[in-house]
Each structure stands twice: as structure tokens, then as C-alpha cells.
């Protein structure tokens, strides 16, 4: 079971799962007695010296889980492919390091990398709506592939399409999970938790047996938060769990990022107030979130590339700000050069790309060919084309 908890880890798990004990009462415990291991096995008098540990909760604590209970978790965790690992090992995440409720163990299925630092958690509602998805979807694949690890929740909707994006860019994505790792929830999306897992973790605070419950899901936001650079809300009601993310990654001084929605639409109501009250950076691209990230964008950001198609006067409109282009080792036609600029990161109906490019439509459907064989579009279902993410 070496390779499942380290013998710190233990003693971690141990005060994890001891009732009356969260992460505030644990780093009390920490900066009370110098050392958890220390701190085990206390006289609920000695316990009551810490901060808001009263006669009831320190006789609680006292008292402690049955060991029998700590193997048992530990078996269970070896069962299912888990390794639990705590604050005091070299691979707990660096920034929940830096929160001042942290959790006191993890479990991880997968693999948590150094590189995970580099990590923008994306976020939103469960009930979106179709332009909700694709632009989840689309900085999952955006994010991915400029190299920053995609965190979310695997719930339904927004958080599902944004792990969707991330894998099927080749990138890596992380699972906070609001459970323990013994099932998927949701179990529509056990097939997207199984992509995940291929390249990324899934990630929980909470025993392998722990089932789904309300009182869950703020703990694992403040994980999404926490272990990121910054958080990205897509889509959120005027009371939507996202919005809590968005308010614990300000509070711990991390970036926050909103996608502007429709103004009549309910579940643009948290994203467009977040932008309006200058909670969040107004986000439309890629760019958008690199030049709020410093130096860390700045070596993410692509090498500025020449522009090789000049747009000439009649020909298709310039690009948005942020948009990718094609890397240069990539000869485009004319009548390439022409479909790629008409066709956007909103799916376009095929029909509307012929009349924008005004070319011959047997041109218009060599060049959506071509440009699909180069891995620059990829075709929708119900004649549907879009940009892919970065080239």
C-alpha cells in the first residue's frame, strides 16, 4: 500500500477523516501544536486551546476515527486505482498550497503532473444552452492547445463540453469530482470521465464511498478554484454554483474571465453581472486570457506568424482579434485561404459559407475538403462547419 499513501499521508487521512475536523480546523491544528502527527491523540482540554474547538467538538476530535475505518479506506482506494496523497507531498497541487482552507487529502485517479500548475478551470451552468456548449467546448480546445491543463467538474453541460474540448484537442484535463471515486457522477458521463482519465486525473476531498449531496459542490469549487491560474465562467443563472467559483478564485487572487451572453437570456444573467460589476475580464478569445496572465501567457502565447493571405479589396472579411492562424508550414489555395477566413469558431451552416465566399460552390467544397484534411475545420453534424482550436 506504499504506493497508494505515503506514511504522512496516514496521519493526514487520519485528521480527514476525523469528525468535527475540516481544512480551517486542521491548519489551526497545524499552527497549534507544530505538527499533525504531534497533534494526535491530545486530551480534548489540550484541544480546546485551538480556535473554535469547543467541549463537544474537542471530545469528538479526541476520540478520532477507529483505525480499523483508516485501513479500511486505504484498501478501498488500492481497489479502485487511487493514490491519497496530502498537503506535505511533493505532488499535491502547488496552488491549493496557497488556500487558506486546503484540503487536508486528495484522491487522485490519474496522473497529476508539475505542468498542472498551468491550469484555468472552466465552469458553468448545468442547463446550457446551445451557444453555451460550443463556446465551452471551444476554450476547452483553445486552452488545451496553447498548453494549459483544463479543470472542471465533469457535471452536465457546461463543465462536460469544456473537459469534451480539452480531450479532443490532445490536451490535459482534470475532474474535481463531488464524490468519492468509486462511481461517475452524472453516469451519462462516465464515457467522458474515461477520456479524461487517458491524459488527465479525476480529483476529490472526499472518502471513496461518499455519495452525492448538496453540501458537496461549494468544497469542490474551491478545489477548481484553487488548483488554477484563474477560473472561466461561460454560462451562469443569477444564482449558479459557478458564480461561487468565480467569487473563491477572486478572493484567492486569482484571475476570473466571463463570456458575455445574450441580455434577455437567464443563463447569461451571472456572467453578464460578473462583467458589469468588474468582477470578471470580459472574454472573446484566447487572447483575452493570456494577457491576463503575464508572463505565464506570454510564454503560451503563439509566435506572431506574418500574415501570408493579405486580405486584398473584395475578398473575405479580416479575422477577430485572437483568432488562430494557420501555421505557416501549411500552403493554403486562394480559395483556402478565402472559405478559412468566412468560417468562424460559431458553427456555420455550409450553405452560408458558399454565398460568403462567392466562389463557384465546387471550389467552396474542394477548398471545406482540403481545409479539413489539413486539420483546420472539422464538419458538425446538420451541415455544419467550424474552425478548429489553435493550428
Not at 41 to 54: D, F, P, Q, T, Y
Not at 176 to 181: E, N, Q
Not at 185 to 195: M, T, V
Not at 205 to 212: C, G, K, R, S, Y
Amino acid at each position: 500500500m506504499a504506493d497508494v499513501i505515503s506514511n504522512t499521508g496516514r496521519v493526514y487521512l487520519r485528521w480527514a477523516l476525523t469528525e468535527g475536523v475540516g481544512p480551517l480546523t486542521f491548519s489551526r491544528l497545524l499552527i497549534q501544536f507544530g505538527d499533525a502527527e504531534r497533534a494526535l491523540g491530545l486530551s480534548a482540554s489540550a484541544l480546546k486551546a485551538v480556535k473554535g474547538i469547543g467541549d463537544d467538538k474537542a471530545g469528538k476530535i479526541a476520540r478520532g476515527p477507529d483505525e480499523t475505518e483508516v485501513e479500511r479506506e486505504i484498501e478501498s482506494a488500492e481497489e479502485h486505482g487511487v493514490r491519497i496523497i496530502c498537503r506535505a507531498d511533493p505532488d499535491f497541487p502547488e496552488g491549493l498550497k496557497r488556500i487558506p482552507d486546503a484540503p487536508i487529502i486528495l484522491y487522485v485517479k490519474g496522473e497529476l503532473r508539475p505542468t498542472d500548475a498551468i491550469a484555468l478551470a472552466v465552469v458553468g451552468s448545468r442547463r446550457c444552452t446551445i451557444y453555451g456548449s460550443e463556446q465551452a467546448r471551444r476554450f476547452g480546445e483553445l486552452l488545451a492547445g496553447a498548453g494549459l491543463t483544463v479543470v472542471s467538474g465533469l457535471a452536465r453541460g457546461i463543465d462536460a463540453f469544456a473537459h469534451h474540448g480539452a480531450v479532443d484537442a490532445g490536451g490535459r484535463s482534470i475532474a474535481v469530482m463531488g464524490r468519492g471515486l468509486t462511481e461517475i457522477y452524472p453516469p451519462e458521463n462516465a464515457a467522458l470521465a474515461a477520456k479524461v482519465l487517458e491524459s488527465g486525473a479525476w480529483v476529490t476531498e472526499l472518502p471513496m464511498e461518499a455519495t452525492v449531496r448538496a453540501e458537496n459542490f461549494p468544497g469542490r469549487n474551491r478545489i477548481i478554484a484553487g488548483m488554477t491560474l484563474g477560473t472561466l465562467v461561460v454560462e451562469a443563472a443569477q444564482r449558479s454554483g459557478a458564480l461561487i467559483t468565480a467569487r473563491l478564485a477572486s478572493e484567492y487572487n486569482r484571475e476570473v474571465f466571463a463570456i458575455p451572453g445574450r441580455v434577455q437570456d437567464p443563463m447569461s444573467i451571472g456572467t453578464n453581472a460578473l462583467i458589469r460589476d468588474g468582477a470578471a475580464k470580459l472574454t472573446t478569445c484566447l487572447e483575452d486570457i493570456l494577457d491576463e496572465l503575464g508572463e505565464v501567457g506570454a510564454r503560451l502565447r503563439p509566435a506572431p506568424v506574418a500574415d501570408m493571405h493579405a486580405r486584398r479589396e473584395g475578398e473575405a472579411p479580416a479575422e477577430p482579434r485572437g483568432a488562430a492562424q494557420p501555421a505557416p508550414s501549411l500552403q493554403l489555395s486562394a480559395a483556402e485561404s478565402r472559405v478559412y477566413g468566412v468560417v468562424g469558431y460559431d458553427p456555420l451552416l455550409q450553405d452560408a459559407v458558399f454565398r460568403a465566399a462567392e466562389l463557384p460552390p465546387g471550389e467552396v467544397l474542394a477548398a471545406l475538403t482540403a481545409l479539413e484534411l489539413k486539420g483546420l475545420l472539422r464538419r458538425l453534424p446538420g451541415n455544419l462547419v467550424v474552425r478548429r482550436g489553435l493550428a
